[in-house]
């Protein structure tokens, strides 16, 4: 409100003008020069005018992502004149919530969970996104139908509807290594979770550490091994028990989770096998822990984490030659296929906003993901984008891993009720890598679950 | 950023104002309302009295509703609250308050809420003791102070960032970027994950407010240390006492007061700990406290209302005792004034 009136008084002095022009952010591609990207796209938006509206924005994204995703706003202030103000926060969790209870909710909320998503759907804090982006995202994203899925809630009546748009997303099924250090050694890419587990055993044996894991996430942390459990289960049991998993159909201490959950330990609980041992796990920052992929000599050799991982790498880290990825493969004996365990960011509506309605329906157009995607650190089901975009053929590469799935599988622990998948969940993980066991970890988790039902 | 400063100063400039006008306004619209008649015999009737009676309430008026905006409405609210569901609807009575009682998480924060409540005040209070009396003794007591002072200037969350490199664990054989770790290590020993090591990382936690509150502490009991009378002191000298028994047996005693005042003052930021807690651990390892579980509760992934509102009055509760002694102790020594 106070902003909104200073707002008019300041542009009745002319102060706006000279700050928008200084603040103005400069487009990375210049329009119209690079053919990589669908510019006639952009046209639509330039005939619209939306001058002097500013639609706020809140997201998870900080520091790199935030640059990156301030980049591809740009092209949107560009043609139309509206100001976006994208806010980031380390605990978007508590913060969003906290928002929509105090009834200064932005106008545009970007959930990296789903489950978060559908609870404020289901109290009435979001707002329908319409048959036509539901009937879009169907028929233009790969996998429509699921991505939908992801998207459809039930409202305050309790009656579905469609509320999250999922724009940007991860492949999590990945492990990051040094191609050089691999040849120095001599290994190759395993292509069997039995094979990778002898490479682990031959690192050792050739006096190196095989793993680099870190669970640290400030507020957050445990999710590391939520994903590391979510792949593992992937490998060792049938889609459907996923399924089931999630939606607590089975109990979570069903003894092929806790069997799940202890593959991940006879990685993380192994003092030989992870860089700064099984204490160093829980207490290392997730965005610290790649780090020993590029020390001399190697402090690690693989670090299995999602797509999203290359904006914590050392800045003069190049892709594709400095580090590169190998797909996070599945046990040769289980028969499962090529299962992939993916997440996304969804965005919905906490305040009814025209312009922000416009700025979704920008997030459709390919150039939207282009920019991104010519960038760093973004995937898309967009079938409809120039897969040159891509910045580079790491990129490309994880595209691919998506598109040879047999089974893709959303992140569970995103799908869960938020008190267990970004809680009892990630405290349970912690608790499992400080020294209980599988069945006590799970146990506690399954009984704060049974609590909130 | 100059949108900002012309915002804050729009808001003052706008909050002075129209404190003024209301406070000029209202008194002259009781004085131009309430007026003195004269009635229709021709008696002259005074109403001084109602005007009286109305002015201190008027004056008062803002802060009673400010007070009941942002005190009394939230604490009925979070009471009513605390005997609902997870979205704040659907009447479950007791539930939560049973949940509480049971649960493990709870329990563990209870726990260690009391660790903190003893340790943290008495070794604020000892150091602070320990550094005003000791630092007037030598030439750069000063400076001592000040540094001991400095770490009450940074925010709870600033000093947490700082003794997060302190306890900074790496794995053994790389470079250890955190001092203890750094010092361990080069005395020969074996690096340590500190902030996951139960029980010690609570005392470790601890660590961190002692060192914020100690220059507090110290800068209060200073100030009490000079208002102890020179006679008393050189009286007990003269009759032959130690310095230990001066300091014990003549000054401690008459600045008890003062030393409770601080006491209490750091009790209650003790009991409201939250922001050392969430940034260093999250309450993960076993190092969960009320504030934080009530914040996990109450907001984590779309919350639970009802469990959030009853750790709240939990705290609330655990404070009443303390505020209601110093009340009452403040109460006796205006008395004896």
């Not at chain 1, 639509?44 to 500013?54: C, I, P, S, V, Y």
């Not at chain 1, 706020?56 to 992502?65: I, K, R, S, Y």
């Not at chain 1, 539901?134 to 309790?158: K, M």
């Not at chain 2, 950023?1 to 104002?17: P, T, W």
Request: net charge negative.
């Amino acid at each position: 409100m106070i902003t909104s009136t200073l707002r008019r008084i300041l542009l009745a002095l002319g102060v706006v003008g000279l700050l928008g022009s200084a603040v103005a952010q400069d487009l990375v591609f210049p329009i119209g020069e690079d053919d990589r990207f669908d510019w006639a796209s952009l046209e639509r938006f330039e005939a619209l005018d939306l001058t002097g509206q500013t639609i706020e924005v809140f997201g998870p994204w900080l520091t790199v992502d935030e640059e990156l995703v301030n980049s591809v706003f740009a092209y949107f202030e560009h043609a139309t004149g509206a100001e976006i103000e994208y806010a980031g926060s380390d605990s978007f969790e508590q913060q969003i919530v906290i928002d929509v209870q105090a009834g200064s909710p932005p106008d545009l909320a970007v959930f990296p969970q789903p489950g978060l998503a559908a609870d404020l759907a289901s109290q009435g804090a979001l707002e329908p996104l319409g048959a036509s982006l539901e009937q879009w995202t169907r028929e233009n994203y790969a996998a429509g139908d699921s991505w939908v899925d992801l998207g459809t809630y039930a409202g305050e009546d309790g009656e579905e509807d469609f509320y999250g748009f999922f724009y940007k997303v991860d492949v999590k099924s990945l492990v990051w290594y040094s191609p050089d250090n691999f040849a120095d050694a001599g290994y190759e890419i395993p292509e069997t979770m039995e094979e990778l587990i002898a490479l682990s055993d031959q690192i050792v044996a050739d006096g190196g550490t095989p793993w680099c894991i870190g669970l640290g996430s400030g507020d957050a942390t445990g999710w590391p091994a939520t994903d590391w459990v979510e792949d593992i289960m992937l490998r060792t049991q049938e889609p459907s028990v996923y399924d089931q998993w999630v939606e607590h159909a089975i109990p979570f201490d069903d003894p092929r989770v806790v069997n799940a959950i202890q593959t991940f330990g006879s990685f993380a609980k192994n003092d030989a096998w992870v860089q700064g041992g099984a204490q160093g796990v829980a207490s290392t920052d997730f965005r610290d822990s790649p780090q020993g992929l590029f020390d001399v000599p190697p402090g690690c050799y693989m670090h299995r984490q999602a797509s999203f991982i290359p904006s914590f790498f050392p800045e003069d880290a190049e892709l594709g030659l400095d580090v590169d990825f190998f797909y996070f493969p599945p046990f040769e004996a289980e028969d499962l296929g090529r299962p992939v365990l993916g997440a996304g960011t969804v965005w919905g509506m906490t305040d009814e906003n025209p312009a922000a309605r416009e700025l979704l329906d920008f997030l459709t157009t390919p150039l939207a993901h282009e920019i991104w995607m010519a960038q760093s650190g973004f995937l898309t089901p967009h079938s409809g984008v120039n897969l040159d975009a891509y910045a580079n053929d790491t990129l490309r590469g994880q595209g691919e891993i998506l598109r040879n799935a047999t089974t893709f599988r959303f992140d569970a622990s995103d799908l869960m009720p938020g008190a267990i998948g970004a809680g009892a969940f990630w405290t349970g993980m912690v608790d499992y890598v400080g020294g209980e066991s599988a069945e006590e970890a799970a146990a506690g988790i399954e009984e704060a679950w049974q609590s909130l039902e | 950023m100059i949108e900002q400063v012309l915002s804050a100063l729009l808001a003052v400039v706008a909050a002075i104002g129209a404190s003024v006008t209301y406070f000029y306004g209202s008194n002259w619209l009781l004085d131009r309302l309430v007026t003195d008649r004269r009635t229709a015999d021709g008696t002259y009737v005074s109403r001084q009295k109602t005007r009286d009676a109305v002015r201190p309430w008027l004056f008062l008026a803002p802060a009673l509703l400010v007070l009941g905006v942002y005190l009394v409405y939230p604490v009925v609210e979070t009471l009513r609250l605390s005997f609902f569901g997870k979205s704040g609807d659907g009447f479950v009575g007791l539930a939560n308050w049973t949940w509480a009682v049971g649960n493990d998480g709870v329990r563990t924060a209870v726990r260690n809420n009391v660790v903190w409540l003893l340790v943290v005040p008495s070794l604020s209070t000892v150091f602070g003791l320990l550094v005003a009396t000791l630092a007037d003794r030598v030439a750069w007591g000063n400076v001592a102070k000040s540094l001991v002072f400095m770490p009450m200037a940074i925010s709870f969350v600033g000093a947490s960032v700082i003794w997060k490199f302190v306890y900074d664990y790496r794995g053994a054989g790389s470079e250890q970027i955190g001092i203890l770790n750094a010092l361990v290590v080069a005395l020969g020993g074996e690096p340590q994950a500190w902030i996951t090591v139960e029980p010690w990382n609570n005392f470790l936690l601890m660590v961190i407010l002692v060192w914020i509150q100690t220059g507090f502490a110290m800068v209060i009991l200073s100030a009490a240390l000079r208002g102890v009378p020179e006679e008393t002191i050189e009286a007990a000298r003269i009759d032959g006492a130690s310095d230990v028994a001066v300091f014990f047996r003549i000054i401690i005693p008459q600045i008890f007061s003062t030393i409770l005042v601080v006491w209490t003052t750091i009790t209650i930021v003790v009991l409201k700990i939250f922001d050392i807690v969430a940034a260093m651990t999250n309450g993960q390892w076993g190092t969960e406290v009320l504030a934080n579980a009530m914040y996990n509760w109450m907001f984590r992934g779309g919350g639970h209302f009802g469990r959030g509102s009853v750790i709240a009055l939990m705290i609330m509760i655990a404070v009443i005792p303390i505020m209601a002694y110093n009340i009452r102790r403040f109460r006796e020594e205006e008395a004896r004034r």
